[in-house]
């Protein structure tokens, strides 16, 4: 079935090549320019706007511009017929059903087209859509690394012979990633990566309440809201004033699909970043730190702030005094408030705290402003705890990153718009901007996103359908 | 660089110096040109490389910056000697210091020979050789250091009163009297240190660099140039007609750099481990205090994360445990999971680990400083190194459980947290384990005096005076690898001993060179 269409398609292309001389081309590009631009793409069906703004320079050259419009419009938008062989059930409870999902997610609504004009970056480099890793994880839990691809329409053909469950995105490498094992060892090098950001709520647990629910997520908006900013380009070339730590104008972030998020940070010189330089960018952001043998994993000098700091400090403080403090049990049983004492550096002051709350009743917000009262008092004597304030503030709700995904060029993460297999949610981007709003339990789960297409299809009867 | 004829380059050398060598700070941008006699070619690099082990023992060792300083001057005054411009020079100290300067110039050049094959051993050497650099640079009179900064190609300017006027609140955020201070405005990319300990203000994409770190910006632009030159020499290096007689010597300086690694399991000679020793070895005090953490966690856990699954499971591959082995006791320690799950997930690593998955090479356990200095655990972790990384009160706890007294644990926790931690942990062998195995000593010295032989005898005096529990530092050399106090520990000290004693002597006999102890005593 697949093969017939695709040499339809690829006879289509063979006779249209001479049709098409090149001053057609011309004449056409800008209109798919447009084009591409204009037509509702299934990202914004999902939920937010894909907030990748692709300078004028990073725009698909002509041959990607008719490479898409060829092997794409076609079939992606108008959706060809699909295959009638695996019928589809409307549980979710085997694994087949999760496939027979996924393979309707992947022909009817996998944004292919974005993700390989996103991949090729404008194909200014003539390889790097080619050099690029990605690897599938398959039903049958084999992992298949170093997979990589000579052009959309042939990323688009595998991932539908395959229907990975998951796709991962890796580095750009000198040389193509499926030819690794012909390639001298040492030779065969990861040369570029968009820099990433995963942020997990596992690496929360030591200090957040026990069940996962939405008051978690306040977590996710914190790390989105300081990461953005610190990343963030200048808003406005006239108000330098506003401009922001590292200055990426392209950065994407993403619901993971269960508990956490994703940042792509897509710049050209984010993109370029050695190891190093990674690493600096991750220290530079990461305040909490240390193991689980350090309880007290954050320290900020009381003498100078950094700006970073202070703006970090900004966005945390509202969000700890108004909802972490009362969602998270920080100050609720001498169990928990214990954890928080750890922190304050003064035996007395400790003491003091412990025998006011012993035994009485009080709200946590109470107890949180005798904190700041007691400290900020006598912090001018002692000059310990000038800084005792901020530290708590930013260990229970500063973004806990994983390290090891920003720095290691090789590293892999999950790509966009995945379904995540065990919730079966689709990793949608989040618009920064409105990222509050944002509820991953309102993602869009791949099992409703079918059915909507099913009940679309059936309306309009002579479309095209889905089989079953 | 011109071309001045061989013979006679000591007089026309004389006449050069201002104009070769003009200042001791040397980017290392042109490639000498004179002629070395081969057996200079090899005393020069030795004796720099003598300097860079100095540098490199005193950062192993965490020693205070000033302390550092002293020990790089005394190995510079000892190996590298580079005097300072004279105000009225004569012709034999214009002589004698064209000669210091073209000895540093040709033994950097030699040493980047040496250094650029592998990438660890570029890494090595940059990281020394930076050190060095910014040594000299800090040392460097101020008016040579202003004259020499100029003819290089990377003044970064300081920036306007306008530019200032922007982001004059940051700046004072960070620097809360910054009226006298310059700023440079750099791309962020050049002071990634100063970014990653937030040491400065950055801004769409700049860091802003006060004044008193421009050393940090010179010593950046130096390392980096080194880097890509190091690569450069690595690509050209296979293509160069390389005079056979310099490839040995080469060779043999490269090894020099080369702690012992542990690579390859011990099973050659026949003692290797099971899954079924692993367990029996921790209470019997044969892991550092780093691997017995994880094994504890690992055991309440039944997990372990990625970090820490490498660091213990290098540090088993080690000890003697075969790939087989280690398949079975990580597959009975992740007692929560399914085979089919750990199949999956965890085994891929633990073959890598053995270097048969992925880029299949031989991953050397990691040593202290890699362990120190790398990859700080996070929250969930539990690698790392405790004297590092724990705070005093846990650190306290494992000392205590560990076995040592009271005493010994407030003297382990000084010396952690003055930031001698590998003292720390030998300190901590010393008193746990030296006893023990001098106990054992003992006891294979009294087999042997049963014999009857007055040398048995001396030999039983001389393990009664090892196993006293107040011998200090100096029964056994500082633990710088965790198999290290395995090896100590559970293959004997005397074996231990005379594997590292032959070590050295190898090393001796290969190059003439100290070895990594000898430099600071």
Redesign the interface.
């Known amino acids: 079935m697949f093969s017939d269409t695709d040499n339809k398609d690829n006879r289509s292309e063979i006779l249209s090549q001479p049709a098409s001389p090149s001053s057609d081309n011309d004449a056409t590009t800008g209109k798919n320019k447009k084009a591409g631009y204009a037509q509702p793409q299934s990202a914004r069906d999902l939920g937010n706007e894909l907030e990748i703004n692709f300078d004028e320079d990073d725009l698909p050259t002509k041959t990607a511009t008719k490479t898409t419009r060829k092997s794409f419009g076609v079939n992606y938008i108008t959706a060809a017929p699909a295959p009638s062989s695996a019928p589809l059930s409307l549980m979710l409870d085997s694994d087949t059903d999760f496939l027979a999902l996924l393979d309707c997610f992947y022909r009817r609504l996998f944004p292919f087209r974005e993700f390989y004009r996103w991949l090729s970056y404008g194909l200014v480099q003539r390889n790097y859509f080619q050099n690029r890793e990605l690897s599938f994880t398959l039903a049958s839990?084999s992992?298949l690394r170093f997979q990589s691809f000579k052009d959309g329409e042939e990323l688009k053909h595998r991932i539908l012979e395959l229907k990975p469950v998951k796709i991962d995105i890796g580095a750009v490498y000198n040389a193509k990633p499926k030819e690794k094992k012909s390639i001298q060892?040492g030779r065969f090098n990861a040369l570029e990566r968009e820099l990433v950001f995963d942020i997990d709520m596992?690496?929360?647990?030591?200090i957040r309440g026990a069940d996962i629910c939405l008051k978690c997520w306040d977590f996710m908006t914190v790390s989105i809201k300081i990461l953005d900013r610190a990343l963030e380009?200048?808003k406005n070339k006239k108000d330098?004033?506003r401009?922001?730590?590292?200055?990426?104008k392209h950065r994407l972030w993403v619901y993971s699909g269960r508990r956490g998020v994703h940042c792509w940070v897509c710049d050209d010189?984010a993109r370029k970043?050695n190891v190093?330089?990674r690493?600096?960018?991750v220290?530079?952001l990461e305040v909490?730190?240390?193991?689980?043998?350090?309880?007290?994993?954050v320290s900020l000098s009381s003498?100078?702030?950094?700006?970073?700091?202070?703006e970090a400090e900004k966005i945390l403080g509202p969000i700890f005094t108004t909802r972490l403090i009362n969602n998270q049990d920080i100050l609720t049983s001498p169990e928990k408030y214990e954890k928080l004492l750890q922190l304050i550096p003064d035996e007395e002051l400790k003491k003091r705290l412990r025998s006011s709350w012993e035994n009485k009743n009080k709200r946590p917000v109470e107890k949180w402003s005798e904190i700041m009262g007691e400290t900020q008092a006598l912090s001018k004597k002692k000059p310990a705890l000038a800084a005792t304030l901020q530290e708590i503030l930013f260990n229970y709700s500063y973004p806990?990153l994983?390290?090891?995904v920003s720095i290691g060029l090789n590293h892999l993460l999950k790509a966009p718009f995945c379904v995540h297999p065990k919730t079966g949610r689709v990793c949608i981007p989040i618009d920064q901007k409105y990222c509050d709003s944002f509820n991953p339990f309102q993602a869009p789960k791949v099992f409703d996103l079918i059915n909507e297409i099913s009940a679309y299809d059936s309306a309009h009867v002579g479309g095209p359908s889905v089989p079953g | 660089m011109n071309n001045n004829t061989k013979r006679s380059r000591t007089d026309a050398a004389s006449r050069k110096v201002t104009t070769e060598f003009p200042f001791r700070l040397n980017w290392y941008s042109d490639l000498p040109t004179a002629e070395v006699s081969l057996a200079d070619f090899e005393t020069y690099a030795l004796n720099r490389l003598k300097v860079l082990k100095a540098i490199e023992n005193a950062s192993v060792r965490n020693r205070n910056a000033e302390d550092t300083k002293q020990i790089v001057r005394a190995a510079c005054e000892k190996y590298l000697r580079l005097e300072p411009n004279h105000p009225a020079p004569t012709p034999e100290d214009n002589r004698r210091i064209a000669a210091q300067r073209r000895m540093d110039q040709q033994s950097h050049f030699i040493l980047r020979l040496a250094f650029c094959r592998t990438e660890d051993n570029r890494a090595w050497f940059v990281k020394h050789e930076t050190a060095l650099f910014k040594f000299r640079y800090d040392d460097e009179m101020l008016s040579d250091r202003e004259i020499w900064i100029s003819q290089q190609s990377l003044s970064a300017a300081a920036i306007t009163s306008q530019e200032r006027a922007?982001?004059s609140?940051?700046l004072t955020?960070?620097?809360?009297s910054n009226f006298d201070m310059k700023f440079y405005k750099v791309p962020?990319?050049h002071v990634?240190?100063l970014?990653?300990?937030?040491a400065v203000?950055?801004?769409?994409?700049?860091a802003y660099v006060p004044g008193t770190e421009y050393s940090t910006l010179v010593t950046n632009a130096f390392k980096s140039s080194l880097t890509t030159q190091l690569e450069s020499f690595a690509r050209a290096l296979p293509r160069m007609d390389e005079d056979d007689r310099l490839v040995p010597i080469l060779n043999s300086i490269a090894r020099q750099c080369a702690m012992r690694d542990y690579t390859g399991t011990e099973g050659q000679n026949g003692d290797t481990l099971t899954a079924n020793d692993i367990d029996g070895l921790v209470p019997q005090g044969h892991f550092p205090l780093c691997m017995s953490?994880l094994h504890a966690h690992l055991k309440a856990d039944g997990h372990l994360k990625?970090?820490g699954r490498l660091q213990f499971g290098l540090f088993l591959k080690g000890t003697g445990l075969p790939l087989e082995e280690a398949l079975v006791y990580w597959r009975r320690a992740f007692n929560k999971l399914t085979d089919?799950k750990f199949s999956?997930e965890y085994a891929y690593n633990i073959r890598f680990n053995y270097g048969k998955e992925g880029?299949?090479k031989d991953y050397a356990p990691y040593s202290c400083s890699k362990i120190i200095m790398s990859?700080?655990?996070?929250?969930?972790?539990?690698?790392?190194c405790?004297f590092r990384?724990?705070?005093p009160?846990?650190?306290k706890g494992m000392v205590l459980k560990a076995g040592a007294s009271e005493a010994a644990a407030l003297d382990i926790a000084r010396l952690s947290k003055e930031g001698h931690y590998q003292i720390a942990c030998t300190k901590l062998f010393e008193v746990t384990r030296a006893p023990a195995i001098a106990r054992a000593r003992i006891a294979v010295a009294a087999a042997a005096s049963a014999s009857g032989s007055d040398a048995a005898a001396a030999a039983v005096a001389a393990a009664v005076a090892g196993g006293n529990e107040s011998v200090n530092i100096g029964i056994v050399d500082i633990i710088e690898h965790p198999n290290q106090w395995f090896d100590m520990s559970y293959r004997g000290t005397d074996a231990g001993k005379r594997r590292g004693a032959k070590k050295q002597l190898d090393q001796d006999n290969d190059g003439g060179a100290a070895g990594p102890m000898d430099i600071d005593r």
């Open positions: 839990d992992y060892e596992t690496d929360y647990d030591p380009a200048e330098f004033h401009a922001e730590d590292f200055g990426f010189r970043l190093e330089a690493r600096a960018i220290s530079y909490v730190k240390g193991g689980d043998e350090n309880s007290k994993k003498k100078s702030t950094h700006p970073a700091i202070r806990r994983d390290s090891n | 922007a982001i609140a940051d955020c960070l620097f809360p962020f990319e990634l240190s970014v990653a300990r937030r203000v950055v801004k769409n994409g700049f953490n990625h970090s089919d999956k880029s299949r990859n700080h655990p996070a929250a969930g972790d539990h690698h790392g405790p990384h724990a705070t009160e846990s650190l």
